[in-house]
């Protein structure tokens, strides 16, 4: 059966595209893109009103399975994941155990396949069990088809250890995602360093702790020729430093996550634990200098770090209380309302930082709607309305600060490879 997406307005940077478009789908792949295809003897879904873009892109997703199945499964996160116009997120490796070799890679990409609703693509672990002292079997893990290698949840503190992953991943040709934090600078910190650490009673975690390790994998990534990647960039400093290093012609790309471009050190007041992640909410000054790096190209894509946490384990006293909030069925929207629809990001923009780039980073051929690609994709209706609400998640998880906001641009239909798998915000089994 072929499937024709009529009178939508198809925005796709990968071809430069913002204008009203028929799509027509066969066996899964995008055939052709036309002012007026015919309908007859296909199935036609009317997009009247609603605007086409590539199927969103994740680097950044924690799914907790396997060890971690009270908070996630690969199937909720699969579910959340396509509520939220994602079509493509990424597995990271911090779950126990801890995805460090060709086995455990080949064994994750099973349970995938029993989900078979978005595409997940696994990371690998820089170090064998996230110790952070013996390299992990990167180069089976890539035979085995990991798209990265991360420590993620910790940086690489031994610097020999992180150099020799990198001539890895330059000679095997996959990113090495790096959580810069320096530990011994970061110590118990809860909060970022600053008024709102000294009003709690609680230690900080300074800025340094992200720049001190940036800098250093910015060495060791020029030296070894190899592609860096930088997680969750959360400070001015580390804006910086980026800066110079894009300038300077080096193979380094950042991402920043949709709790950084929104919100700041304030909200832990309001929110308490849910607004507890790592790195830190900062100030008011970090907040704005992510948003121009974002605009101007600096920090190149956007990443959810969806970190999904028990009801119970959020309701811990501030300190024993883990680190991390969701983010795959809000991230778009909030983006949308607040920067698209406030003039600071173009829709075009947007859809490049969440899908064209994040594609191109983990080196998979999504991202795009051109002609013979995949037809993954999300269809959006951007005058539509939502609040925010938790309960209803398809996610197991609930830890968000942002229950309550009023939010458009809500994604109403999911497909991939062809295969309608979410529309107006419900699963298509």
């Known amino acids: 059966m072929e499937i024709i997406l009529s009178n939508g307005i198809l925005v796709d940077p990968s ?10 789908i066969r066996e899964g792949v995008i ?19 609603l605007t086409i873009i590539p199927g969103l892109v994740d680097v950044h997703t924690h799914l907790r ?40 890679v080949e064994q994750l990409k099973e349970r995938i396949k029993k989900v078979g609703l978005v595409r997940i693509w696994p990371v690998g672990s820089v170090s064998k069990a996230l110790a952070g002292e013996e390299l992990a079997e990167i180069e089976q893990m890539a035979a085995a088809g990991i798209v990265a290698v991360t420590d993620d949840g910790r940086g690489v503190q031994n610097a020999t250890l992180a150099r020799d992953a990198l001539k890895l991943c330059a000679r095997l040709g996959i990113p090495f995602l790096e959580h810069c934090e320096e530990e011994s ?16 009673g609680v230690p900080g975690i300074p800025a340094s702790s992200e720049t001190v390790m940036l800098v250093r994998d910015l060495v060791l990534a020029q030296e070894c020729k190899a592609h860096l990647h930088i997680m969750h960039v959360s400070c001015a400093e580390a804006v910086e430093w980026l800066r110079m290093a894009k300038a300077a012609g080096m193979a380094v790309t950042a991402e920043v996550t949709p709790h950084h471009l929104l919100l700041t050190e304030e909200a832990v007041k309001e929110h308490g634990t849910l607004a507890k992640m790592k790195p830190p909410l900062r100030s008011e000054r970090d907040r704005q200098a992510l948003l121009s790096a974002l605009i101007e190209g600096t920090i190149d894509i956007i990443a959810t770090d969806h970190a999904p946490h028990t009801i119970e384990e959020k309701k811990r006293d501030f300190t024993s209380a883990p680190f991390g909030i969701i983010g795959l069925e809000t991230a778009f929207p909030l983006l949308y309302t607040f920067l698209v629809k406030s003039g600071m990001l173009s829709l075009s923009a947007l859809v490049d930082r969440m899908s064209c780039r994040p594609a191109k980073l983990l080196n998979i051929p999504h991202g795009t709607l051109k002609v013979g690609s995949a037809a993954d994709l999300t269809v959006l209706d951007l005058q ?19 229950g309550g906001w009023r939010v458009s641009g809500i994604p109403v239909l999911t497909m991939v490879g062809g295969r309608i798998i979410m529309r107006e915000g419900q699963i298509i089994n």
């Not at 396509?82 to 455990?104: H, Y």
């Open 65 to 104: 399975e396997p060890g971690g199945e009270e908070k996630e499964t690969l199937l909720s996160g699969s579910r959340a994941a396509a509520v939220g116009g994602f079509t493509s997120i990424t597995a990271l490796p911090n779950t126990q155990p801890v995805i460090d070799s060709r086995e455990k």
């Open 384 to 402: 539509q309305e939502r609040v925010i609400q938790p309960n209803c998640f398809y996610s197991q998880a609930r830890n968000t600060p942002f």
């Open 31 to 49: 055939c052709e893109i036309a002012e007026h295809i015919n309908p007859a003897g296909r199935q036609n879904v009317d997009c009247t009103g």
């Open 185 to 200: 600078l970061a110590g118990c910190g809860q909060v970022h360093d600053g008024e709102l650490a000294l009003q709690l």
């Open 15 to 24: 071809q430069d595209c913002n204008g009203k478009y028929d799509i027509l």
